[in-house]
């Protein structure tokens, strides 16, 4: 495999003259930068997209907190951008929930999955089990290309005359098959599930490629228990995006049959805009099932990859190994297997069987054990170490305070009993914000910062990483806990005013506060994308290949890697990944051989 | 030109925390990378430190100024709502018990073993015990909460009882509407295509079945007797919406094609809660919990729970659907029916309209 590989030229500064596979091959600017088959490109492609998509998603955040936030208020420069959608400086409901549903639909599939496990999955499998590249990079190159076909779809969806998709990002129908119901569910819908299905395409290489390349290109050494935990966690998630997401497609194809080919798969008995329709004997719950049988193991795709970085970076930090490597192992593989069978804890209130519901309340519980057993695990592996701030380490910090915030309130919703009260209320969207989508982007920023010297050879600014940091932690507790509040309420979750109404409408200066504070750590966010790039050219400069003191395998390699990540042979790996402070040393690399001396752990 | 101030504003800010940004980082480098290190490391730690005292004060100050907003635990307007909110009690313990603790062993760590020349790292990759005491405690807490979970769920799901008032709710973009069967107890039948608003058949009920004659209909508002089972046949034209409880701590979806029960027993009177509240223009309301449409927001529907001689007064007043589309009928007709004698007469209308619906086929009334 090794034979067609090309090694890039750029880190010239070893003497390796004799290299038997080491082909002088000129890239161009197109094989290099775009059809790239490299990993670490492919990595940056899906990174870059990512940050893209995350600006527009959280931009779209921003505007309808502006509606939520100050109801009686007109933006006259949302009539300039937006026009006949916002007409008069205020925003039309069909605006609203065209808003919403771009934002979860792009934030949950472009950035958290497609951004996280892309730019994450591709840039470590290879650097840290020891392999060249993926196991086929033609299928990894196709993986991004997919993706990004998606995204030109979806970005496509915003510029039709009716608009994008506007029925919540789970577009249930019968509203998103049925035109006459709602706007957003005209050709909108149709670029939607276009997407998706190009979208899934993606997933499914990039996934497939994950998985053969953790299980068959392994160098010599690294057993699957050798592995680093980032590792696990990317494989579970493969296999969980693997097996789930063919559901998905066959619901969303189900979906576009009945939209366009009469069929009545979800559509039965509706009268809708003063006609009676002719469908019959469908089920508008069996889209739900099939739904949410990606739908559930979607937020485990989104989490599992940040709790390897975080992982992985807790112990980087703390000078100490992480705590319970093995029940680290078991606990991902247990959220893993449940994550299939807990879906239907999203349908306790769709006149489910009541028996069903209680199968499902205790297999949704049974998660809350691997999880607080990860959770432990993190808190005892800071306990004794001797801890380094950096802003990776402070967002993996986070990133476990957000996630224990956002994880009990599963326990609330979880047990049926009470989702029935709190089940689409404000609550609900304080939850899955925090547990997914919050503590999911302090794990990927902790990533980032901390693999940014691997990914471009220079630091990012410590300053504004500190910045970014404390004004994001603190806003994301600001935005999200007091949400909680409105669930007790009974607030349900898509009210764009609530002024009507006489059981939620005393909440008006809070939901001024949050956008307020919506609007600062969006800011922050900006701030933090022009740091990425910034650093990118002008960052402080790597000098030594192994700047975190790390044990893996990646902080082996030249500084500036080519294509085949290392010059000469693959280093033979010896030892776990987590080999720090042991034996009075400060961190032992996985490549160093088990001395006889050496105590075993 | 206020957009552009605040634009400036912001860009000025941004471009100064840029610049001190940069600034930092060539004075660490004249000063030393290690040294300067060393004290954000000691800053870090310290806010750390801080965050963890300052927001543990913010989770009192929210509950301090959000708590009287809420709806209190224990104060639910339903006996199934007692349960409800018993569980959330018994939740919000075990998981503020768990919360506490972990975060605050979260930042003081952090805090307490920031980096130090003195400090020797203990080397410590497992600890068997340590693992089985947090795989098996929370087990069994959880065990617990599974346990009141699924005895209180099947309390709330189980079968209504045999004297339950029955209502049947139906949502449409963007409304509620309300069936009673009226004195015989029993629902007429309805086939969605016998929808027909112009003609006084919002439902879709079916005329030849006698038993619709009677069916009270009712739009955006109906009432129930305090103290009374109820149990809802829940149903919808178009989309899925749900039927939203806050008061009563219940919900329940309304699908199209697939209609779904919720019982409950309301417990305290309408006037009662205005007591209660303080809020003179206390009603309960029905919220729509399921995006639905443009509209969603305003899906609003109320409750009025009374005594039972106020709801019987109430009902003595309404008049079956079945009534007023025949008064509806007859008065435009009138010049026509003179030459059709039997139009305004009850029984053979339904005759007519026997052929006119024969397509009917279909019982979408769950019983």
Known sequence: ?601 | MQNFLIFAILILGFIITFQIARASEFVSVIRGEEKTRKQTNKINAALLLVFLIVGMFGVYWTQHTLGDKILKLGTSASDHGILVDRMIKYTLIATGIVFVGTQTLLFWYSFKYQESDKRTVYYFPHNNKLELLWTVVPAIVLTILIGFGIVYWYRITGAAPANAMQIEVTGSQFKWEFRYPGKDGVFGKKYYKNIDEANDNPLGQIWEDAANHDDIYESGQIHLVVGKPVKLIIGAKDVIHSVGLPHFRLKMDAVPGTPTTLWFTPIKTTKDMIKETGNGKFVYEIACDQMCGAGHTGMRGEIIVETQEEFDQWMASQKPKYVQMKEAAAAPAAPAAAAKDSVAAPAPATADSITAAGAAKKDSTAK
């Open chain 1, 1 to 601: 495999m090794s034979d067609t590989l090309h090694i890039q030229h750029e880190v010239a500064s070893h003497g390796h003259s004799g290299e038997p596979h080491m082909h002088h091959h000129k890239e161009t600017f197109i094989s290099k930068y775009i059809f790239s088959m490299d990993h670490k490109m492919i990595a940056k492609q899906f990174l870059v997209t990512g940050i893209i998509w995350a600006i527009i998603g959280g931009l779209f955040s921003v505007l309808f907190r502006l509606q939520l936030g100050f109801p009686d208020q007109s933006f006259p420069i949302l009539e300039t951008f937006f026009g006949r959608w916002a007409e008069g400086g205020k925003i039309k409901p069909e605006f609203y929930y065209a808003l919403t549903t771009m934002h979860g639909t792009v934030l949950i599939f472009f950035v958290l999955t497609a951004g996280l496990s892309g730019t994450f999955a591709n840039l470590l499998i290879p650097l840290q089990v020891g392999a060249r590249d993926m196991a086929s990079p033609f299928m990894n190159m196709l993986s991004f290309w997919f993706f990004f076909a998606a995204s030109i779809v979806m970005l496509s969806s915003l510029f039709t005359q009716t608009g994008p998709a506007a029925g919540g990002w789970t577009v249930y129908p019968p509203l998103s098959a049925l035109g006459l119901a709602s706007q957003g569910s005209k050709s909108g819908m149709d670029l939607w599930i276009i997407a998706m299905t190009l979208f899934v395409a993606s997933q499914l290489l990039g996934g497939l490629n994950y998985i053969s390349t953790i299980l068959n290109m392994r160098t010599k050494g690294m057993s699957m228990t050798r592995m680093p935990l980032t590792i696990w966690a990317i494989l579970f998630t493969a296999i969980l995006g693997v097996l789930s997401f063919p559901v998905l497609l066959s619901g969303l194809v189900l979906l576009m049959f009945d939209r366009h080919l009469g069929t009545s798969f979800y559509l039965s008995d509706i009268f809708v805009a003063g006609q009676a329709l002719p469908n019959e004997g469908g089920s508008a719950i069996l889209y739900q099932h099939l739904f949410w049988f990606l739908g559930h193991p979607e937020v485990y795709i989104i989490i599992l990859p940040t709790m390897g970085l975080a992982s992985e970076i807790l112990a980087i930090n703390s000078r100490k190994p992480v705590f319970g490597y093995m029940a680290m192992i078991a606990s991902l593989m247990a959220i893993c297997v449940l994550a299939f069978l807990v879906w239907a804890h999203h349908m306790f209130v769709t006149g489910l069987n009541p028996f069903l519901g209680s199968v499902f309340v205790l297999l949704t519980l049974l998660i809350a054990i691997p999880s607080a057993i990860k959770v432990f695990n993190w808190i005892t592996t800071i306990w004794r170490g001797n801890i380094r701030f950096t802003p990776a380490m402070l967002f993996a910090i986070g990133f476990v305070s957000i996630f224990i915030s956002g994880g009990l309130t599963g326990i609330w919703l979880g047990n049926s009993t009470i989702d029935i009260h709190l089940h689409d209320t404000m609550f609900v969207i304080a939850h899955f914000h925090i547990v997914m989508g919050v503590s999911a982007f302090f794990g990927m920023f902790a990533g980032i910062y901390h693999w940014f010297p691997k990914l471009f050879g220079r630091f990012m600014n410590n300053t504004l990483g500190y910045i970014h940091f404390w004004v994001t932690l603190a806003c994301a507790y600001l935005i999200f806990w007091p949400m909680h509040y409105q669930g007790m309420a009974g607030m349900p979750r898509r009210y764009l005013d609530k002024s009507s109404w006489v059981s939620f409408s005393q909440f008006h200066s809070l939901d001024a506060m949050i956008t307020v504070a919506t609007i600062i750590a969006f800011s922050v966010q900006l701030m933090f994308v022009f740091n990425y790039f910034y650093s990118m050219y002008k960052g402080r400069r790597v000098r030594s290949q192994n700047p975190w003191g790390a044990t893996t395998l990646e902080w082996t390699t030249p500084i500036h890697p080519g294509h085949g990540n290392w010059e000469g042979e693959i280093p033979e790996v010896h030892r776990w990944a987590y080999d720090y402070s042991k034996d009075g040393r400060d961190f032992i690399p996985q490549t160093e051989p088990v001395g006889e001396d050496e105590s075993a752990h």
